[in-house]
């Protein structure tokens, strides 16, 4: 059943990139990027998760802060210190946003 439900799900969704494609022109991520970006988030959720069994445990909400904050100050971290363009862009939006 969830082999058929997951075929089902794939199959709908390269029919929408297909009709998405056909109206907008070409969309998604190169392979290689796409390989890189889920390596970095692969890293970050390790870091994270090592972080969370150091804390122990404690107030969620601020764990949740703590946990979530190292995860994404590092995945922007890595993404900018391996050079993935949209990462390059956005930071140098933001800095020029506050005269940086």
Same mark, same amino acid.
């Given at each position: 059943?969830?082999?058929?439900?997951?075929?089902?799900?794939?199959?709908?969704?390269?029919?929408?990139?297909?009709?998405?494609?056909?109206?907008? =022109? +070409?969309? /998604?991520?190169?392979?290689?990027?796409?390989?890189? *970006?889920? @390596?970095? %988030?692969?890293?970050?959720?390790?870091?994270?998760?090592?972080?969370?069994?150091?804390?122990?445990?404690?107030?969620?909400?601020?764990?949740?802060?703590?946990?979530? =904050? +190292?995860? /994404?100050?590092?995945?922007?971290?890595?993404?900018? *210190?391996? @050079?993935? %363009?949209?990462?390059?862009?956005?930071?140098?939006?933001?800095?020029?946003?506050?005269?940086?």
């Amino acid at each position: 059943m969830r082999v058929c439900a997951a075929r089902s799900a794939g199959f709908g969704a390269a029919l929408g990139r297909r009709t998405l494609n056909a109206r907008i =022109g +070409v969309t /998604g991520l190169p392979a290689m990027l796409m390989v890189q *970006l889920w @390596g970095i %988030a692969a890293i970050c959720a390790a870091v994270a998760w090592g972080v969370k069994l150091k804390l122990g445990h404690g107030y969620p909400i601020f764990l949740a802060m703590i946990i979530l =904050g +190292v995860y /994404g100050c590092l995945y922007f971290a890595l993404t900018y *210190l391996t @050079g993935v %363009a949209e990462c390059r862009r956005m930071l140098s939006k933001v800095l020029r946003r506050f005269g940086v």
